[in-house]
């Protein structure tokens, strides 16, 4: 198993990027994981792309911040009564990596918004 992970990983990264990293120390290679995480965040698409308003939500402001995304929204109540949507409430979305390679949306609710 661990023969075939690295059998893909070879076949995968360029032969002149492997042959330059392979000369690298331990230090350097760290210092090179660090640079490839940073590069990582910059190329994958922010959070807020990936927001969509659920039936009956209306969002009132989305922000990206450092560590999270910010929203702002408004949302039905479960009775559906007349003053729905309810708010704004907020809520900081991060998105959570899984092992596998997966992620997921995590919203952490902070409450209602004074207006
Ligand atoms: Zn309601």
Redesign the pocket.
């Known amino acids: 198993m661990d023969d075939d992970d690295e059998t893909a990983t070879t076949a995968t990264v360029p032969e002149e990027l492997r042959t330059s990293v392979d000369e690298l120390d331990e230090r350097a290679v760290r210092t090179l994981v660090e640079y490839c995480r940073r590069r990582l965040d910059e190329l994958h698409d922010p959070v807020s792309t990936h927001l969509e308003p659920q039936p009956g939500e209306e969002f009132v402001e989305v922000t990206e911040r450092e560590a999270y995304t910010e929203v702002v929204k408004r949302e039905?109540?479960?009775?559906?009564?007349?003053?729905?949507?309810?708010g704004p409430f907020l809520y900081h979305v991060t998105e959570e990596r899984h092992p596998d390679g997966t992620t997921h949306l995590h919203w952490a609710s902070l409450g209602p918004v004074e207006q």
């Not at 039905?76 to 309810?86: F, I, L, N, T, V």
Request: include cysteine; charged fraction near 20%; aromatic fraction near 0%.
């Open positions: 039905p109540c479960a009775e559906g009564c007349s003053d729905c949507p309810h």
